[in-house]
């Protein structure tokens, strides 16, 4: 910890807790989450979650264009594909992200980030949205295998003090960690 730590200090980051700027504070941020949290647990006594929003996307769609099969679907017989809160709570995350970057002054309204451009090109729009897409199918795809999301096991599965929700929480971290070592080089 302390390498990573000094390597950023010498990538100019004289205090890593200190956040300059107009930026969120992701301390603040986190305690947010926390009530937000606790709010569900206590309002709908269910957890905080977003990867049931994907199947239930999934379901309406399907409802649309093949309804026959689509109710033909065990999971769709218990679960009717309807907008659920877990819907408006991703719909939430996306106005709310919007809203954060705006007011913390880090809305750019660039499709490529300049990490991006260097890598794969200006006129690598089509590569982009498509490694966006690819990604998130993947990831959506991985939070219904393992029963729940960053947001179901890392926060409301921890609360919960759930052994598996702790267990993919630290793969989160480890991940992360060597996915930022890889890109940044530290």
Request: glycine share 14%; hydrophobic share 50%; net charge positive.
């Amino acid at each position: 910890m302390n390498m990573i730590l000094s390597r950023l200090s010498v990538l100019g980051e004289a205090d890593p807790l200190q956040y300059p700027g107009p930026a969120w504070s992701p301390y603040v941020v986190g305690a947010l989450i926390g009530v937000l949290s606790m709010f569900t647990f206590y309002i709908s006594n269910k957890p905080l979650g977003a990867s049931t929003a994907y199947a239930r996307i999934s379901g309406m769609l399907g409802d649309l264009f093949t309804p026959k099969h689509t109710r033909s679907l065990k999971y769709f017989q218990d679960n009717p594909p309807r907008p659920g809160w877990e819907l408006m709570l991703v719909f939430g995350v996306i106005i709310g992200s919007f809203f954060a970057a705006w007011s913390g002054g880090e809305f750019t309204g660039q499709l490529l980030p300049a990490m991006w451009v260097e890598r794969f090109g200006a006129d690598s729009n089509l590569l982009r949205i498509s490694v966006a897409l690819a990604g998130g199918m993947l990831m959506a795809f991985g939070a219904r295998m393992a029963g729940g999301c960053t947001s179901g096991h890392g926060i409301s599965g921890t609360l919960q003090l759930g052994i598996g929700s702790w267990i993919a929480a630290i793969c989160f971290f480890v991940g992360g960690i060597i996915t930022a070592m890889l890109m940044f080089g530290l």
